[in-house]
């Protein structure tokens, strides 16, 4: 049923087990110390074809293979090879592949790859693994999907010190690299006495001999002008910063462009080197800074304009998290221009000529007026306030400086509160250094009133230059607030960044339930959704990750007083030391009734109370924070409890688990939320 490759498999298999480094294998004769977990479908070892294999003979909805502990404090490169096998061209839910990192102290395995794609042959997978202090294994897991019959095979694990994107073409997989086919010119495999080009190639550059390997392309073939040859880099999925160097020989009559990108997930190139020589008779060193904190290609690109262009050969790519010598002061850090002003503006400032336009409050909870985004009760910045508004009124609140040439994902939460007219009201630019220079990127059309929402632009500029938050009073009469919180920024576009993996114990609510699962399902207990729930005077507008997303409630008027519901993790791996929960809770209704969240270890009939708040709490989204151990594995339970009246509905949103002690403690707040005290804002 497995249409395996077997003989390009041997072709691939390391020289003995001798040799392997600890974590790698190659399945000769054993599975290296690898072990399969006995509650699900069982790994098949072939030694006569060397891989390891599951198949959908056995019933059964997924295979887990571990690893043994493994411990390095050097950055590391995964290589996986590895085929996913299918009679089915399409199906709903196909086979996948998935590689997890497990840990130690964790309670959820991070994954850092999966794929779903069937092939006829071995591909494979480059996983860059940074540094860390911890001891961990690699998990592998095989998902068989709705497919009749499938089948999924390792050939080979291999870990080795380094990067992903570092290569000496010495080993037959190539480290993952990959050339774009074209009719014409292609990168070739040289050395090793190979001998099919018409050019004089050069001896290789790691071990100055015959019998090494790099790559080459000769402009030979070329039947058009300016014909390509790309060899492109596995993808990193770290993030990576410092100087990339490599070896390159050029020889050329005609002239020849020798060019190193960037590509993005969304295709965005970025050229980062180009070659400034007309000969180079020996092996040329090439360094060039490298920024790559999303996931990146790293594309050798050779252009010809002629058959008898000559050709350029490569060899030793070779990375360093130190950037090159050209390289003077400190990276940037995107963190410099993120705040959720708790403490200050941090970074960000007002110019004394505009007069103060934005203000930083704090709203305490109360049922009226909602508090800031961050926790609920914390501080943001209010523009046009009582204090400030007036006709013609603009308020500006300036960021840091940015340097230029870099692309930028800015993400903001604002609220907005007494506008007619909302279009127009709350606007982003960009300032050049001069300030003469300013360029809208973002402009506030319409969003739910009062409702924290999330807004995130994506931005490049050759020059240095400052994001400006701006609010405008239209008029008199048409004068509300702007409420500003918890702004970020990261290097590379918001698309790229929305491709990475979520962080291993989060769950948003966006795509489903998570980890969760309930006792019960029906019409009285929890359901996800998104905007305000059906009844008035209670329940969220909106939801808290992004004001426009889902969340998980309870709908009072389908349940009696007294009625629960639960909604159930599965079972978590329990460690040594402190864990830290946090979630953000919603109870506001003047029948609230309680929400508990409660602690299940395995074997244990009881259940331990963590956290509890009974009664109407605040119309806002506030954070809790729980603190808690568990050496053996558990379960964490949210119970939800219907209150006296059908304004009661109660709504959770953004669970995280973290490991380690929680970095703060949470604010005890007793109040119901009636007093009028409790709306007024504090500056």
């Known amino acids: 049923m497995l249409r395996l490759c077997l003989l390009a498999a041997q072709a691939l298999r390391l020289a003995g087990a001798a040799l392997l480094s600890p974590g790698s294998c190659a399945f000769e004769d054993s599975a290296c110390g690898y072990e399969w977990d006995y509650a699900h479908l069982p790994w098949a070892l072939h030694g006569e074809g060397h891989y390891i294999s599951v198949d959908t003979s056995y019933e059964g909805e997924k295979a887990v293979l571990s690893s043994p502990e493994l411990y390095s404090e050097e950055w590391s490169c995964i290589r996986l090879i590895y085929q996913i096998a299918t009679t089915s061209e399409t199906s709903p839910d196909p086979a996948r592949l998935n590689l997890y990192l497990r840990q130690e102290g964790e309670s959820f395995d991070r994954l850092l790859w999966s794929a779903k794609e069937p092939s006829d042959s071995w591909l494979i997978a480059s996983l860059d693994l940074m540094n860390s202090t911890k001891k961990y294994k690699i998990v592998l897991e095989g998902e068989m999907g709705q497919d009749k019959s499938a089948s999924i095979a390792v050939f080979e694990i291999k870990i080795t010190p380094g990067y992903c994107i570092e290569c000496d073409f010495e080993e037959n997989h190539l480290c993952g690299f990959v050339n774009r086919w074209n009719p014409n010119v292609n990168w070739f495999v040289g050395g090793g006495n190979i001998r099919n080009s018409q050019s004089i190639l050069p001896k290789d550059h790691t071990l100055n001999s015959e019998l090494g390997h790099y790559m080459y392309v000769d402009s030979v073939y070329v039947k058009h002008f300016q014909e390509v040859a790309q060899l492109i880099s596995p993808k990193t999925t770290?993030?990576?910063?410092?100087?990339?160097?490599?070896?390159?020989?050029?020889?050329?009559?005609?002239?020849?462009?020798?060019?190193?990108?960037?590509?993005?997930?969304?295709?965005?190139?970025?050229?980062?080197?180009?070659?400034?020589?007309?000969?180079?008779?020996?092996?040329?060193?090439?360094?060039?800074?490298?920024?790559?904190?999303?996931?990146?290609?790293?594309?050798?690109?050779?252009?010809?304009?002629?058959?008898?262009?000559?050709?350029?050969?490569?060899?030793?790519?070779?990375?360093?998290?130190?950037?090159?010598?050209?390289?003077?002061?400190?990276?940037?850090?995107?963190?410099?221009?993120?705040?959720?002003?708790?403490?200050?503006?941090?970074?960000?400032?007002?110019?004394?000529?505009?007069?103060?336009?934005?203000?930083?409050?704090?709203?305490?909870?109360?049922?009226?007026?909602?508090?800031?985004?961050?926790?609920?009760?914390?501080?943001?910045?209010?523009?046009?306030?009582?204090?400030?508004?007036?006709?013609?009124?603009?308020?500006?609140?300036y960021g840091p400086t940015l340097p230029g040439n870099l692309q930028f994902c800015l993400r903001f939460y604002y609220a907005l509160y007494g506008f007619f007219k909302m279009s127009g009201t709350f606007a982003v630019y960009i300032f050049e250094e001069n300030h003469v220079v300013q360029e809208k990127i973002w402009s506030v059309l319409d969003s739910p009133k009062g409702v924290w929402t999330q807004a995130e632009i994506s931005f490049k500029k050759p020059m240095p230059c400052k994001v400006v938050f701006v609010s405008w009073c239209k008029s008199f009469w048409d004068c509300g607030l702007v409420a500003l919180d918890d702004v970020s920024l990261s290097l590379g576009s918001c698309q790229a960044a929305d491709l990475l993996l979520p962080n291993p114990g989060e769950c948003t609510f966006e795509k489903d339930e998570c980890v969760f699962t309930q006792k019960k399902r029906g019409r009285g207990s929890w359901h996800r959704r998104r905007g305000p729930t059906p009844t008035s005077?209670?329940?969220?507008?909106?939801?808290?990750?992004?004001?426009?997303?889902?969340?998980?409630?309870?709908?009072?008027?389908?349940?009696?007083?007294?009625?629960?519901?639960?909604?159930?993790?599965?079972?978590?791996?329990?460690?040594?030391?402190?864990?830290?929960?946090?979630?953000?809770?919603?109870?506001?209704?003047?029948?609230?009734?309680?929400?508990?969240?409660?602690?299940?270890?395995?074997?244990?009939?009881?259940?331990?109370?963590?956290?509890?708040?009974?009664?109407?709490?605040?119309?806002?989204?506030?954070?809790?924070?729980?603190?808690?151990?568990?050496?053996?594995?558990?379960?964490i339970i949210f119970e939800a409890i219907r209150g006296v009246s059908m304004r009661s509905d109660t709504a959770i949103d953004d669970i995280l688990f973290q490991a380690g002690p929680c970095l703060e403690v949470e604010e005890i707040q007793l109040s119901s939320g009636y007093p009028d005290s409790l709306n007024e804002i504090e500056y």
């Open 537 to 635: 005077y209670t329940g969220p507008k909106g939801d808290h990750t992004t004001g426009v997303g889902y969340y998980m409630y309870i709908e009072a008027s389908n349940m009696v007083y007294g009625q629960r519901a639960y909604l159930v993790s599965r079972s978590l791996r329990g460690t040594s030391g402190k864990q830290c929960l946090t979630f953000f809770y919603h109870m506001y209704g003047a029948g609230t009734g309680l929400l508990s969240v409660y602690l299940k270890k395995e074997g244990d009939d009881e259940e331990i109370p963590l956290w509890r708040r009974t009664g109407e709490q605040s119309i806002s989204w506030l954070r809790g924070l729980i603190e808690y151990e568990s050496d053996r594995n558990y379960q």
């Open 238 to 397: 770290a993030p990576m910063s410092g100087c990339l160097s490599f070896y390159y020989q050029l020889k050329q009559e005609s002239s020849i462009v020798f060019t190193v990108y960037l590509r993005d997930t969304s295709g965005f190139y970025e050229e980062i080197w180009k070659t400034d020589s007309a000969l180079s008779a020996d092996w040329v060193l090439a360094e060039v800074d490298f920024n790559a904190p999303y996931p990146m290609e790293v594309i050798f690109e050779v252009a010809f304009n002629s058959a008898r262009g000559g050709y350029v050969a490569l060899d030793d790519i070779s990375f360093s998290p130190v950037y090159c010598s050209n390289q003077t002061g400190t990276p940037f850090n995107p963190a410099q221009a993120a705040c959720n002003f708790e403490e200050d503006l941090c970074n960000f400032y007002q110019d004394h000529k505009d007069g103060p336009g934005w203000s930083r409050v704090k709203v305490k909870r109360n049922v009226y007026r909602a508090g800031d985004h961050t926790t609920g009760f914390g501080y943001y910045l209010l523009a046009n306030t009582k204090f400030t508004s007036q006709p013609g009124y603009i308020g500006r609140l």
